[in-house]
């Protein structure tokens, strides 16, 4: 989750980290209204990154959508890459941005470093903060750091992930839930020396449910559902 | 045909077109559940021939042949009679992926199938080439030969092999052949394509026959096979017959290089072969061109026979000209001065896409035609076998008007084979795996009699007698099991001793051996040293138990999910079922429903590219009666 006031450079951040084109990006701030999002994998972890609209109060209808939606997310995050300008002092918009997330887990990124000599004062303490850098989007300059900073951060057994995944369907859950125990038999099978094609069988098992889940086969729950929910034919 | 043919003036309930290992197990099949079965071949000296390798068995083909035994065929009984070296394979693994091969005497395995057939009573084998089926409004009533003879059937089922338009091909030498030394099928595939029939082309190939007296063996890694021979057939107590080694040797880059300097005159690299073959048992320059980084290859000598000097070098299948084979086997350590009897070739053939089948094996165009074997795309003598006892016994039951016998995924790997093929056709000769298999904690060799007896005896093949010892044989291991559940380990008892001396956690005293079973250092063999009293039980019932317990867990689960998946299996397609016109599916899904027309929405649902959202479509359409 990408946060910070409007023009910091958040949506050139998620271009950098994405690799590709994915926000448009201008001058003018208060480009992103809405949020958008982007999946790299980070140290072999599956990130989603979310840009948002920069926290700003606006006359804008549009934008102000954007900004409630902002602050709705930012709440879910894992991870907030708090940004801010550091080619200009901070300023008071920036400090009541932070406030909205300051107790979240966050890094505090001073963007624009190819514009700027150094970091600026140290008034961004929050409780959640974990740690700060410099960087330029622009450049690429301290984006490798950044990466080794978010995957410390995501990796499991850092434990920073949430207990509770963003899945929002007791099928979901279940088709991931069925996965893990797989696994893990998968593992304590393969531990006492079973024969190879048990641990196979777990993860074959464990495969097929998440494939349930992304909707590579057609599961009981999901043909039942139609059924259920939709009045069809006689 | 020219004019009206003569007419035989007999009737037969099935008529089996072809005497290879598919066309004997659906003869044996028809003519054992009582019908009055012919059974036509081009040779009558080359029923059950091995064209290629002298064996049978192998990686999840042991399985196949296991389940044509349970069900009441003949392939692991003629093998039990004719191997000459039997081998378990995988045995460190686990018991799912065990199998087991057997190197047969080559005129032995051919003479005592022929044999077989010839001792049943209502099968007559006859010598002809069959040019065409006859059809009589929607339905096969027939077959025409090429000396005009008409013979009547009220099935046909076809098992031609390679023998439709079948084309040999050794360097840029062709010539139209069965196989290397027998007629081809030159009409009968035609008479398919007018039925409108989809009819393609594969290609296979074998290796050079070798004369043992120019082998120098002392080259070469002696392999014995196992010192206690097990059995294919749950009906053969013992294997008697002398056993004879096999010899290891390899290429090297002498053999490569050889093969190299071949490939202009190859009729696999010049584009003359057109025919797909099997990535999976590659032509030797296949090998050396797609893995040149690899040094050596493997080349097993194995014996064609006990009365014969031909020995058949396992890993050479080759289509080069003459003389680069020549070259290319004298430079492998023992065969530097070896003389060739037969030279390797290559052989294209048509065959029928798969998918024009039911799972019954009889085809959606025509009634009462029922295709097994080669001409359903596949390879091997034990996927033909498979299918051939299945198309016998489905035209026998169509005969008496009763419903097909159809094995799942979850019953057999031949279930598993007949769904890929008729699921998803063949791109090329489709050879059976124990990867193929979803369920294969269930499809073990072992219990392939558990699995299909009952199925057997139900359709009428299997006989009483055999199926009274089967009947016994499973009340054996009930007896141990329940035995295993209830009986404690009492503190002191000797299993405690020998699991402490194996350096497992120790057993609590007073668990039953079944509760022991389950710990992973604990075995069946164990318990047997332990208590003497336990060793009146059958091997058999102390193999099954002791999986039945230990993997209790992984059987229990396979078996919901086989369930789960039955449900689809019983949702099926009306016949005819507009797929042509289902509304709001893609061209692309459209297109593969029209060309397979899957009977069930659990085939629907396997189908290659077929989404859940068409599936669910399908089903919408099913419950509204369309």
Redesign the interface.
């Known amino acids: 989750m990408i946060a910070g006031v409007a023009n910091v450079g958040k949506s050139r951040l998620l271009n950098r980290l994405a690799g590709e084109e994915r926000a448009i990006v201008t001058e003018t701030p208060g480009t992103t209204r809405d949020y958008l999002h982007a999946d790299i994998p980070v140290g072999g972890v599956p990130v989603t990154l979310i840009d948002t609209a920069g926290l700003r109060e606006t006359a804008d209808p549009v934008e102000r959508e954007g900004v409630r939606r902002s602050r709705e997310i930012v709440g879910t995050a894992d991870l907030v890459l708090f940004v801010l300008d550091g080619s200009r002092p901070a300023a008071v918009a920036d400090r009541s941005a932070y406030e909205e997330i300051a107790s979240l887990p966050h890094l505090l990124l001073w963007n624009k470093s190819d514009l700027a000599p150094a970091e600026k004062g140290g008034e961004f303490a929050g409780a959640g903060k974990r740690g700060a850098l410099r960087l330029s989007a622009k450049t690429g300059e301290g984006i490798g750091d950044l990466v080794a900073a978010i995957a410390r951060e995501v990796s499991p057994a850092e434990g920073a992930i949430r207990a509770q995944a963003p899945l929002t369907r007791a099928r979901q859950r279940l088709a991931v839930e069925r996965a893990l125990s797989a696994l893990s038999r998968a593992k304590v099978a393969a531990a006492e020396g079973l024969p190879l094609e048990f641990p196979a069988a777990d993860v074959r098992e464990a495969a097929g449910a998440l494939a349930e889940l992304l909707g590579e086969v057609a599961p009981e729950e999901v043909l039942d559902a139609i059924f259920g929910s939709f009045c069809i034919g006689k | 045909m020219n004019g009206s043919p003569y007419e035989y003036k007999k009737e037969y309930d099935v008529i089996v077109v072809g005497g290879g290992h598919a066309g004997c197990e659906a003869a044996l099949a028809a003519a054992r559940m009582g019908r009055s079965t012919l059974l036509l071949t081009i040779n009558a000296d080359a029923i059950a021939l091995m064209s290629c390798n002298p064996a049978i068995g192998g990686l999840a083909k042991g399985h196949l042949v296991r389940e044509i035994d349970a069900l009441g065929g003949e392939m692991g009984r003629n093998i039990d009679a004719t191997g000459i070296q039997f081998r378990q394979l995988n045995t460190s693994?686990?018991?799912?992926?065990r199998s087991s091969r057997a190197q047969a005497d080559k005129q032995l395995y051919r003479l005592r199938m022929k044999k077989a057939l010839e001792a049943t009573y209502g099968l007559d084998v006859k010598q002809a080439i069959v040019d065409a089926v006859v059809v009589e409004g929607d339905a096969a009533v027939g077959v025409d030969t090429n000396l005009d003879v008409r013979y009547r059937g009220k099935t046909v089922v076809l098992c031609p092999g390679t023998f439709m338009k079948g084309l040999v091909h050794i360097g840029l030498v062709s010539y139209p052949a069965g196989r290397a030394g027998d007629f081809p099928s030159m009409r009968l595939s035609d008479s398919l394509r007018r039925l409108g029939f989809s009819v393609g082309r594969l290609k296979t190939g074998t290796t050079p026959r070798l004369d043992a007296k120019t082998i120098d063996f002392s080259k070469t890694v002696r392999q014995e096979g196992d010192d206690r021979p097990v059995p294919f057939s749950f009906d053969t107590s013992a294997i008697r017959r002398p056993q004879l080694p096999c010899f290891l040797t390899y290429t090297n880059a002498a053999t490569h290089d050889a093969i190299r300097s071949g490939l202009s005159r190859s009729p696999l690299y010049s584009g003359i072969i057109k025919g797909i073959g099997p990535r999976y048992c590659p032509s030797i320059e296949d090998k050396v061109v797609r893995f040149s980084g690899k040094e050596r290859h493997q080349v097993f000598l194995e014996p064609e026979g006990l009365k014969t000097a031909e020995y058949y070098p396992n890993g050479v299948s080759t289509s080069l000209p003459y003389d680069i084979q020549l070259k290319m086997l004298r430079s492998i350590p023992g065969l530097e001065s070896v003389e060739i009897v037969r030279p390797g070739y290559a052989i294209e053939y048509d065959f029928v896409d798969p998918v024009q089948l039911h799972p019954s094996l009889e085809t959606k165009l025509v009634k009462n035609l029922f295709h097994a074997g080669q001409i359903n795309g596949t390879s091997g003598y034990e996927e033909a076998g498979a299918q051939g006892i299945v198309a016998g016994i489905n035209a026998a039951l169509r005969v008496s008007g009763d419903p097909p016998m159809i094995l799942s995924r979850a019953d057999a790997y031949t279930g598993v084979l007949i769904d890929d093929l008729t699921t998803k056709g063949a791109a090329e000769p489709y050879r059976m795996f124990?990867s193929r298999a979803?369920y294969?904690?269930l499809l073990r060799e072992d219990n392939a009699d558990l699995r299909l007896s009952e199925t057997g005896r139900r359709v009428g093949l299997l006989p009483e007698e055999r199926y009274r010892r089967f009947l016994a044989k499973r009340e054996g291991i009930g007896v141990f099991r329940k035995r295993l559940e209830e009986t404690r380990v009492g503190a002191g008892h000797p299993l405690c001793a020998a699991v402490e001396q194996a350096g497992d956690a120790l057993l609590r005293p007073g668990i039953t051996y079944a509760e022991a079973l389950r710990r992973?250092g604990v075995t069946g063999a164990m318990l047997l040293a332990c208590d003497p009293e336990l060793r009146g039980a059958t091997r058999e019932a102390v193999e099954q138990a002791e999986l039945s317990i230990k993997?209790e867990g992984?059987i229990r689960?396979?078996e919901d999910?086989a369930k789960?998946m039955k449900?689809?299996e019983e949702m099926r397609f009306p016949s005819p079922f507009p797929f042509e016109t289902v509304p709001g599916l893609s061209a692309e899904v459209r297109d593969k429903l029209v060309r397979v027309r899957p009977d069930s929405i659990g085939q629907a649902?396997r189908i290659p590219g077929v989404t859940?959202a068409a599936?669910?479509l399908l089903?919408?359409m099913l419950?509204?009666?369309a």
């Open positions: 693994k686990g018991p799912a992926v124990t979803e294969r904690l992973p993997y992984y689960r396979q999910e789960n449900k689809y649902q859940p599936v669910a089903l919408v419950r509204r009666g």
